[in-house]
């Protein structure tokens, strides 16, 4: 029995010490806060109020002056009653006698209800460390609607594309601010293939406008084409939509595949002989058999001596078809030229046909000649009817006159 009361006994006196201590941590006080500042604003009172805007991020700026020495110290600043809405500093530790400041930065809540202009909270900043509270302080906030905002409520695309494709995105933007948000864009781009696309999407009232007929969100579809010579991989979206007063972005990210592009050229031959002077005409088949139009630019490239040229510099393929196009060469001096048709589409080179131009004689100089040998034949042939017709001609025999004697 006595050892029963020892042992109740010890149990009390441990529970004693054990209250006793922590009613001790608790109410203990290692510093005091001297100012608090939020975005500036200071010396203000219990009763005041700081105005501030919807999704902004507030500095809070506290001065406290340490009373006590102690270790991994931290200042606090949260928005009460919104989770996630708060900002701690590192752990530092402090000697007695000494003033500190810490700066945090804090983000404020962005939603609202639809018939919400404002909204109250308390912000509160405190002093804590592993063992107490050593100070806190509230301040009242109002948040209220940014005057003009906008918000991307949804994107929506496929998740994978292939290059040469145009994806989709359907995008939903609302106006969150306290005005009529005027002359509205949204841009969807991939930075790092250097593609963009802007679409206009007019005016939207105000979230508190009472008129029916309005309202305060658009959704608009922005189609984007992904270039042919996209490389496979991971690109990551960006979805803007802006104003001259405010903007605001999203991004995703999608899968890009190799495309079955292909481009193959044909020629009806790739050496030709003609005479100087003259042209030579080659032909050049161009087949895209990939899965979306394609645009080629066609580079000439010759030897010295050599001219050539094309019934078109630029063609229009699209997708499983051809196109021929007609070639040119002409050169003044006889001799074997060679010169090369280059395809450029997107600004890349995709494919490259050789030619050679075996140019022999001269046109002029072969021309004369002919025309001198028709003459020469004509004469020839004039010479040769009036040799036979003065030798087949008979001639005339001659009158006897006798003399008379009478």
């Known amino acids: 029995m006595k050892n029963m009361k020892n042992i109740g006994l010890f149990v009390t006196t441990v529970t004693l010490v054990i209250l006793a201590t922590t009613f001790v941590l608790a109410t203990g006080s290692f510093a005091t806060i001297n100012d608090v500042a939020v975005n500036g604003v200071e010396d203000f009172g219990p009763n005041d109020t700081v105005a501030v805007f919807a999704d902004e991020t507030v500095s809070v700026r506290v001065v406290f002056t340490a009373s006590e020495n102690a270790e991994d110290v931290r200042v ?14 590192e752990r530092f530790d402090v000697l007695s006698g000494n003033t500190y400041s810490r700066t945090m930065h804090v983000n404020l809540p962005a939603d609202f209800n639809e018939d919400e202009l404002e909204n109250s909270y ?44 145009t994806m989709i995105f359907d995008v939903v933007v609302r106006n969150s601010g306290r005005h009529q948000a005027e002359d509205n864009f949204v841009k ?20 508190d406008s009472t008129d029916p007929d309005e309202f305060n969100s658009v959704n608009v579809q922005v189609a984007l084409e992904i270039p042919s010579n996209a490389q496979e991989g991971l690109y990551t979206v960006e979805v803007e939509a802006f104003n001259d007063d405010s ?44 899965n979306a139009i394609k645009v080629y630019e066609l580079v000439l490239d010759s ?31 006889e001799g074997t030229y060679d010169f090369t048709v280059n ?36 004469i020839f042939v004039v010479l040769l009817v009036v040799l036979i017709v003065l ?11 006798g003399e008379s004697y009478y």
């Open 247 to 290: 903007s605001v972005m999203d991004s995703r990210r999608v899968l890009v595949s190799g495309s079955t592009d292909g481009t193959n050229v044909f020629a009806s031959t790739t050496s030709k002989r003609f005479a100087a002077g003259e042209d030579g005409t080659y032909t050049l088949t161009v087949v895209n058999s990939g």
């Open 122 to 165: 308390t912000l509160e900043v405190s002093l804590e460390n592993n063992d107490q509270v050593a100070d806190e302080l509230g301040i009242n906030l109002l948040v209220q609607r940014s005057s003009y905002g906008l918000e991307i409520l949804s994107v929506e695309s496929d998740s994978e594309a292939m290059a040469g494709e």
């Open 391 to 401: 030798l087949t001609k008979k001639p005339e025999k001659s009158e006897e006159f």
């Open 76 to 89: 606090i600043s949260r928005v009460l009653g919104e989770p996630g809405l708060s900002e701690a500093s």
């Open 188 to 207: 969807v781009s991939v930075p790092s293939l250097g593609i963009s696309k802007k679409v206009f999407v007019g005016d939207m009232p105000s979230t």
């Open 343 to 378: 395809l450029h589409s997107e600004g890349e080179l995709v494919k490259s046909e050789s030619f050679t131009a075996k140019v022999q004689g001269n046109a002029t100089t072969e021309n004369t000649a002919v025309l001198l040998t028709v003459i020469l034949a004509i």
């Open 303 to 333: 030897t010295a001596g050599l001219t050539v040229d094309s019934d078109e510099s630029m063609i229009a393929v699209p997708a499983g078809t051809g196109k021929t196009v007609k070639l040119r060469a002409t050169a003044n001096e």
